[in-house]
């Protein structure tokens, strides 16, 4: 079992649609967590952390998650087709960060 | 602010040839070092962390490895390179306590 898994994807969706993304992870040790952006060809960007059960908004971005059932999520509103992109999961596990192996989407204009 | 650089950003090396990946630091002291690479169309691979200088952790057994000579600089190199090792490799840094990392811009390597 992957310590990080996301839902393979890709995600397409229309412009102004609400795109989510999903993540599971096996360490219940694990505390931090973490979405992060990646363009093509580009270095992975932090979007967003989330460290306590429930919601987190940030701007049109909202975290979720639920560590009884290992999961976190994240949410786009009024999705941009400047959003489209991979995004990856992250988890620690001790020191280390774990990423899951990402989720394309691309938002249609 | 803090920032980190990493180079070159793109390299093509032949079967067999050795590989030097630098990245630097600046802003902080004492930061916690990673490479991470990322074969295409893949999520990434932790390579190696470092806690402090000549402190180095494999997470993958490998033809790769690598060097913090200094506090904010981690060297990522190889004597003889293999097909397999063409990817994005990324350095990042430790934020906060959080785990928290930032990457740099990363280098393509592409082994011929």
């Known amino acids: 079992q992957k310590e990080v898994e996301q839902n393979s994807g890709p995600l397409s969706v229309p412009e102004g649609a609400i795109a989510s993304l999903n993540c599971t992870y096996s360490d219940r040790g694990s505390q931090s967590f973490f979405w992060y952006r990646q363009y093509s060809g580009k270095s992975p960007e932090l979007i967003m952390s989330?460290?306590?059960?429930g919601d987190k908004e940030d701007g049109r971005f909202t975290a979720q998650l639920n560590k009884a059932s290992q999961y976190v999520s994240l949410l786009i509103r009024d999705s941009q087709p400047s959003d489209s992109a991979t995004y990856l999961c992250?988890?620690?596990?001790?020191?280390?960060?774990?990423f899951g192996e990402g989720t394309q989407l691309t938002v249609n204009p | 602010s803090q920032t980190i650089h990493q180079w070159p950003a793109t390299l093509v090396q032949p079967v067999g040839s050795p590989l030097s990946l630098e990245c630097t630091v600046e802003g902080t002291s004492n930061p916690n070092l990673y490479w991470y690479r990322q074969a295409a169309g893949r999520g990434l691979q932790l390579l190696f962390y470092s806690v402090g200088i000549g402190q180095i952790s494999s997470e993958v057994p490998q033809n790769l490895s690598a060097s913090r000579p200094q506090d904010r600089q981690f060297i990522l190199s190889s004597k003889k390179l293999l097909l397999s090792d063409s990817g994005f490799y990324l350095c990042?840094?430790?934020?906060?306590?959080?785990?928290?990392?930032?990457f740099g811009e990363g280098s393509w390597l592409t082994v011929v």
């Open positions: 992250a988890g620690n596990s001790g020191s280390r960060l774990t």
């Open positions: 990042a840094w430790r934020g906060d306590r959080r785990n928290t990392i930032y």
């Open positions: 989330i460290y306590s059960n």
